[in-house]
């Protein structure tokens, strides 16, 4: 097959073809999973999703997750409890939002002692630590909600190198196992919380159990993070680190020393942490693992290590060789390891403000899945920090919880399935595989969370069931007397089989595919004809070897002619097909953008209007405008803002549940006015005198109509909503008053009362959430 598909393309380079389309890249990393994604081998024959998520389509029965993702995407994240890592040394940016992993209830102090560098706040790479962990989980929460995907992703926290001899208790018991003090039995299964006293405790705890992130998740993770003010309601470090500073260990070997006598371990913590990690993903139960038997995808499992400790095997042999007998069982079981390093603590050699340099070639590189994913992307630039007067490098905080950001944007695949040209798909082309493409949405609109209907009495959440009966006698009409018929001038009888039969014969493919009819010019490709959203075609090796080199001579040889393709897509057997075009990308990968085209009846013309020439004067006053107001990013998406009304809606969810206070939402589109006409306020002068005037319409008079009757409650001022209904507002009870109590509201708003009692709660509801989120 491959040396089949290398003839067919065996074309020579092209130039570069210039068009007009802005694609969204597509990022390649993830904080679960690094290696690039490869179709299942028990993965179903091209079946997927529907990438441009047209209504008419969901009759054929795609709902909830489609066929051919991948599954579940597991993290624990593992915490090192060296005594070093609760050092506050780490110079750090301080985030925009900086009282966004605040514990709530409890205010800034400005009577502490101010940092000694401006704009610099000193964290410890715990603190850090439990930061990006409560920025994951709420993302992750945030997501499912947004997304509706990813709702068995579980996240879990586990400390390692803990104090064997700490006291018992310490490490609260949580309800439903949750961070509880028996979940530091993990790996010895002879330890018990009943034990004796002076038996000592395992070197892990579990600190939140894997399971999908919610509300109790959010809640302890949030006693961990310090605010401003140094507080925090739990300091892991006086529960589970061996740190000196308690009086009967002053006379040890000193902060961030662990004696000799954890030097000459024969385990060290992060072995003990790595295979406490195994047996929780191994007995995990909603942990999918891959079977001969199962046709669904195995979920991903995957490590990342927060530590300072560049060499925890301390040079040991005999460890170093039983991590890497480690390293091969995580390979086995499907766990990949990934690092986060941490600034390692300031040392007598390089003075008592230089924080060290963290060496993964020491160990690390050796250990985890990909060595070329652990970087120093952490750090800031020192030119950057010679402009703030900032000690370098500094750390910035943004930069590690960016890093489990983007791992909430997986890149999921909507369906892999042959791209097929004129002749390929007939009879008489024999077995020909085609060329095999991948199919990845890339833009994936969030909306906000449905709302769900629960028991009064139970609190269980409700499902809702449609009966058809006979209007008369009540009696459940059965599914063989349900007719069909379509509004076409009259009853036109339409049976379900007949709908079926009627999209087989209008489809080109029996199966799902992609077959290419022909190719056009580029210059013929409208861009305000497009319509839906664009999907990005990768070819896929691991299906149909040779289909990388196929599509990427097929792409050199599009790009040199400047055409593009069309063709008629089909993404799964009982589906309508779709006429596309297929557009070569931009760059030296073999990557396709296909896009929905209309067909004849669907397009609208518009009638173009004369609208003269712009005199020279009008041209350079704009040129100096658009110079001065030019948004300068790094990537079309970093200059896109973020959707207002989500944030708004989840900032008073998580205000609700999480007992934070309902702070300022930053809205990235309103106009910065103040700023633009800093910047521009003379070009803007310029340009707007420069115009010509409107010419103002002639007025005719007309003949007044009698004012109609007066009515007092229009003249009224609408009265303000009280605390009672913001209250049932947030309870949920609107949905049970009456039609009169909510007209009467209605009506004190000067809202008009017409509608059945669905209209009036949403009208109530409109009101509220507007006095709710004013400014």
């Given at each position: 097959?491959?040396?089949?598909l290398?003839r067919?393309?065996?074309?020579?380079?092209?130039?570069?073809?210039q068009?007009?389309?802005?694609?969204?890249?597509?990022?390649?990393?993830?904080?679960?999973?690094?290696?690039?994604?490869?179709?299942c081998?028990?993965?179903?024959?091209?079946?997927?999703?529907?990438?441009?998520?047209?209504?008419?389509?969901?009759?054929?029965?795609?709902?909830?997750?489609?066929?051919?993702?991948?599954g579940?995407?597991?993290?624990?994240?593992?915490?090192?409890?060296?005594?070093?890592?609760?050092?506050?040394?780490?110079?750090?940016?301080?985030?925009?939002?900086?009282?966004?992993?605040?514990?709530?209830?409890?205010?800034?102090?400005?009577?502490?002692?101010?940092?000694?560098d401006?704009?610099?706040?000193?964290?410890?790479?715990?603190?850090?630590?439990?930061?990006?962990?409560?920025?994951?989980?709420?993302?992750?929460?945030?997501?499912?909600?947004?997304?509706?995907?990813?709702?068995?992703?579980?996240?879990?926290?586990?400390?390692?190198?803990?104090?064997?001899?700490?006291?018992?208790?310490?490490?609260?018991?949580?309800?439903?196992?949750?961070?509880?003090?028996?979940?530091?039995?993990?790996?010895?299964?002879?330890?018990?919380?009943?034990?004796?006293?002076?038996?000592?405790?395992?070197t892990?705890?579990e600190?939140?159990?894997?399971?999908?992130?919610?509300?109790?998740?959010?809640?302890?993770?949030?006693?961990?993070?310090?605010?401003?003010?140094?507080?925090?309601?739990?300091?892991?470090?006086?529960?589970?680190?061996?740190?000196?500073?308690?009086k009967?260990?002053?006379?040890?070997?000193?902060?961030?020393?662990?004696?000799?006598?954890?030097?000459?371990?024969?385990?060290?913590?992060?072995?003990?942490?790595?295979?406490?990690?195994?047996?929780?993903?191994?007995?995990?139960?909603?942990?999918?693992?891959?079977?001969?038997?199962?046709?669904?995808?195995?979920?991903?499992?995957?490590?990342?290590?927060?530590?300072?400790?560049d060499?925890?095997?301390?040079?040991?042999?005999?460890?170093?060789?039983?991590?890497?007998?480690?390293?091969?069982?995580?390979?086995?079981?499907?766990?990949?390891?990934?690092?986060?390093?941490?600034?390692?603590?300031?040392?007598?050699?390089?003075?008592?403000?230089?924080?060290?340099?963290?060496?993964?070639?020491?160990?690390?590189?050796?250990?985890?899945?990909?060595?070329?994913?652990?970087d120093?992307?952490?750090?800031?630039?020192?030119?950057?920090?010679?402009?703030?007067?900032?000690?370098?490098?500094?750390?910035?905080?943004?930069?590690?919880?960016?890093?489990?950001?983007?791992?909430?944007?997986?890149?999921?695949?909507?369906?892999t399935?042959?791209?097929l040209?004129?002749?390929?798909?007939?009879?008489?082309?024999?077995?020909?595989?085609?060329?095999m493409?991948?199919?990845?949405?890339?833009?994936?609109?969030?909306?906000?969370?449905q709302?769900?209907s629960?028991?009064?009495?139970?609190?269980?959440?409700?499902?809702?069931?449609?009966?058809?009966?006979?209007?008369?006698?009540?009696?459940?009409?059965?599914?063989?007397?349900?007719?069909?018929?379509?509004?076409?001038?009259?009853?036109?009888?339409?049976?379900?089989?007949?709908?079926?039969?009627?999209?087989?014969?209008?489809?080109?493919?029996?199966?799902?595919?992609?077959?290419?009819?022909?190719?056009?010019a580029?210059?013929?490709?409208?861009?305000?004809?497009?319509?839906?959203?664009?999907v990005?075609?990768?070819?896929?090796?691991?299906?149909?070897?040779?289909?990388?080199?196929?599509?990427?001579?097929?792409?050199r040889?599009?790009?040199?002619?400047?055409?593009?393709?069309?063709?008629?897509?089909?993404?799964?057997?009982?589906?309508?097909?779709?006429?596309?075009?297929?557009?070569?990308?931009?760059?030296?990968?073999?990557?396709?953008?296909?896009?929905?085209?209309?067909?004849?009846?669907?397009?609208?013309?518009?009638?173009?209007?004369?609208?003269?020439?712009?005199?020279?004067?009008?041209?350079?006053?704009?040129?100096?405008?658009?110079?001065?107001?030019?948004?300068?990013?790094?990537?079309?998406?970093?200059?896109?803002?973020?959707?207002?009304?989500?944030?708004?809606?989840?900032?008073?969810?998580?205000?609700?549940?999480?007992?934070?206070?309902?702070?300022?939402?930053?809205?990235?589109?309103r106009?910065?006015?103040?700023?633009?006409?800093?910047?521009?306020?003379?070009e803007?002068?310029?340009?707007?005198?420069?115009?010509?005037?409107d010419?103002?319409?002639?007025?005719?008079?007309?003949?007044?109509?009698?004012?109609?009757?007066?009515?007092?409650?229009?003249?009224?001022?609408?009265?303000?909503?009280?605390?009672?209904?913001?209250?049932?507002?947030?309870?949920?009870s609107?949905?049970?008053?009456?039609?009169?109590e909510?007209?009467?509201?209605?009506?004190?708003?000067?809202?008009?009362?017409?509608?059945?009692?669905?209209?009036?709660?949403?009208?109530?509801?409109?009101?509220?959430?507007?006095?709710?989120?004013?400014?």
């Open positions: 097959m491959h040396s089949h290398t067919c393309f065996s074309l020579p380079a092209a130039a570069v073809a068009h007009f389309f802005v694609y969204l890249p597509i990022p390649t990393f993830s904080c679960h999973r690094h290696v690039r994604n490869r179709p081998e028990k993965q179903l024959d091209f079946e997927g999703g529907d990438p441009f998520d047209d209504e008419y389509d969901d009759v054929d029965g795609a709902g909830g997750d489609a066929i051919g993702h991948y579940a995407e597991h993290v624990l994240l593992l915490f090192d409890c060296y005594p070093s890592m609760f050092e506050q040394y780490v110079p750090c940016h301080r985030p925009p939002s900086s009282n966004d992993d605040d514990p709530p209830g409890e205010d800034y102090d400005d009577d502490e002692e101010e940092e000694e401006v704009g610099v706040v000193h964290y410890s790479p715990m603190d850090l630590a439990t930061m990006a962990a409560h920025r994951l989980l709420r993302s992750k929460v945030r997501d499912v909600a947004e997304t509706k995907s990813g709702k068995r992703d579980g996240v879990g926290v586990l400390l390692f190198g803990c104090d064997p001899n700490r006291r018992r208790g310490r490490g609260r018991k949580r309800p439903g196992g949750v961070g509880g003090g028996c979940n530091d039995e993990i790996d010895d299964d002879d330890d018990d919380c009943e034990g004796n006293d002076d038996d000592p405790l395992p892990t705890h600190l939140i159990e894997l399971a999908a992130p919610g509300t109790e998740q959010v809640l302890i993770i949030q006693e961990c993070i310090p605010n401003r003010g140094r507080r925090r309601r739990r300091d892991l470090r006086d529960e589970f680190s061996s740190v000196p500073h308690r009967k260990d002053d006379e040890g070997p000193g902060v961030g020393g662990g004696g000799k006598e954890e030097e000459e371990e024969e385990v060290s913590s992060l072995q003990r942490g790595l295979t406490a990690a195994l047996k929780i993903f191994s007995s995990a139960k909603f942990v999918r693992s891959s079977t001969p038997a199962s046709k669904q995808p195995p979920d991903s499992k995957a490590v990342w290590i927060f530590t300072n400790q060499d925890p095997c301390r040079g040991n042999d005999v460890q170093r060789m039983r991590m890497s007998m480690l390293r091969r069982d995580c390979q086995e079981a499907g766990v990949a390891i990934h690092l986060l390093p941490m600034p390692k603590p300031p040392s007598s050699s390089l003075g008592p403000k230089e924080i060290g340099s963290f060496d993964r070639n020491i160990f690390y590189n050796d250990l985890v899945t990909d060595p070329n994913d652990v120093e992307t952490t750090m800031d630039s020192s030119d950057d920090n010679d402009e703030k007067k900032l000690p370098a490098p500094v750390v910035n905080i943004d930069a590690i919880l960016e890093k489990f950001v983007l791992g909430t944007r997986k890149r999921r695949k909507y369906a399935l042959p791209l040209l004129p002749g390929w798909g007939g009879d008489d082309a024999g077995d020909c595989p085609g060329i493409l991948d199919l990845y949405g890339v833009v994936q609109v969030r909306n906000k969370p709302k769900v629960v028991h009064q009495e139970n609190n269980k959440m409700t499902i809702r069931r449609t009966i058809r009966i006979i209007a008369e006698s009540g009696e459940e009409v059965p599914p063989e007397n349900i007719h069909h018929f379509a509004d076409f001038c009259g009853r036109v009888s339409l049976p379900p089989e007949n709908v079926v039969t009627m999209k087989r014969l209008s489809n080109s493919l029996d199966k799902a595919g992609l077959v290419v009819h022909g190719f056009r580029m210059k013929f490709l409208n861009a305000t004809n497009l319509i839906s959203n664009a990005l075609a990768i070819a896929n090796d691991f299906r149909v070897r040779g289909s990388g080199r196929a599509l990427y001579n097929l792409k040889s599009m790009r040199k002619k400047s055409v593009f393709a069309v063709g008629e897509l089909l993404l799964r057997a009982t589906a309508t097909s779709r006429m596309v075009a297929l557009v070569p990308r931009d760059d030296d990968s073999d990557w396709f953008v296909i896009t929905q085209l209309p067909f004849r009846e669907d397009v609208r013309d518009v009638h173009d209007r004369d609208i003269g020439l712009a005199d020279r004067d009008s041209v350079e006053a704009a040129k100096r405008l658009i110079s001065k107001c030019t948004l300068r990013f790094d990537d079309f998406a970093s200059c896109l803002p973020e959707n207002p009304y989500l944030k708004h809606f989840f900032g008073y969810l998580e205000s609700v549940s999480l007992g934070n206070r309902l702070g300022p939402v930053d809205d990235d589109t106009m910065d006015v103040r700023s633009m006409m800093k910047n521009a306020n003379e803007i002068k310029s340009f707007s005198s420069i115009l010509p005037e010419e103002q319409p002639v007025k005719i008079g007309r003949k007044r109509k009698a004012p109609p009757p007066s009515s007092r409650d229009q003249y009224l001022k609408n009265e303000s909503i009280g605390q009672e209904w913001i209250d049932m507002y947030r309870n949920g609107i949905n049970d008053l009456k039609n009169d909510l007209k009467a509201f209605l009506k004190s708003q000067g809202e008009r009362l017409s509608g059945n009692k669905k209209d009036l709660v949403e009208r109530v509801h409109r009101h509220v959430e507007r006095e709710l989120f004013k400014e």
